[in-house]
């Protein structure tokens, strides 16, 4: 009688889908406790990312012959300039923008509300509140120079402030952090080094095409909407560059509230609106991003949005924004050890047949 062939890759599959399941299902026993341990490393991994970022401007300057202590040193001031900056220069003009957006946003939903004989309810008072909030604290910015310190969490200028520090601090170290891990890798585990290895290429890519990307999108969609003469300019200018982070639906966020807001203003500028969301948004996606990005842009559309979905399972906006890099280094990972994993699998078949 012949013997049946098990079918590795699909058991595989299945287990790999039945431990996600399991996951899910189980993660209100467990989910508390890593969405606090998460928010407690969430400085010390932002400050982490904060120094990685930096380091190869600080590789540049050393390269050019600059010593190291005056090239961390520039890197640091330069970008305290650049947030201290655009922080000064761009606050009056963003509280400025965000009273009209308040108030345009009140009369869109009043008229919305009107034409479908619709209550939004809870909805619109939280929308409201929060922009009045936003209003309130940059007025008080502007009036004082501060922000109301009473009024904000403790906890959250406390994150900044380790942020910051142990930022800069990784900064300082970063290379014999890099230089312990190497020689470490390279005498226990060749090929965990060669894998570590990829893997900062693959993060490394994104994070720098991330920061670049950003900053395009900031200064393309101000520009933009500024040429058309929409009100809120600056305000869909930064939240472009900010939904940046969230993979494909960050833009179409933007791109929502830039069109609802010009309708309630004129048709034309509804209509010089529209065109700049519908161009753009694929000189994007198939001229800018990919030239920034590179390989590290080739990623599967649908698994990215799995990745999303499954991470804000269990942190929320955090994990919307987690998705794309979560994806990277599990494929970077799968891509590294696909050979071994396919050996494994077929010296188990072997065995069993």
Known sequence: MKKEHINYKLVNILLCLLIFYLILITSGYWGGFIRKIFSIMMPFIIAFIFAYILRPFVKKLEDKGVRRPIALLSVVLIVLLIIVGLVWITVPVVYEQLISFTK???????NFNGKFDL???????TILESLNGLVKDLGTYISTGTIDILGKSVNFLTNLMIIFIVGIYLLVDMEKIRSFVKKFLRKHSKKAYRYLKQLDVEIGNYLHGLAIFMIIQFFEYSILFRIVGHPN???????ACFTTVIPYFGGIITNIIAVITATAISWKLSLATLIITLIFPNVDGYLISPHI????????????????????????????MMGLPAYIIIKCTWQFFDDDIIEKIQDVKGVKD
């Open 104 to 110: 345009l946003v009140n009369d869109v939903i009043n």
């Open 119 to 125: 209550e939004l309810g809870g909805l619109e008072n």
């Open 233 to 239: 300019w600056l305000l869909l200018g930064l939240l």
């Open 293 to 320: 990005y590179g390989k590290t842009n080739n990623v599967n559309p649908v698994l990215v949005i799995i990745s999303m979905g499954f991470f804000s399972r269990f942190f929320g906006i955090l994990g919307i």
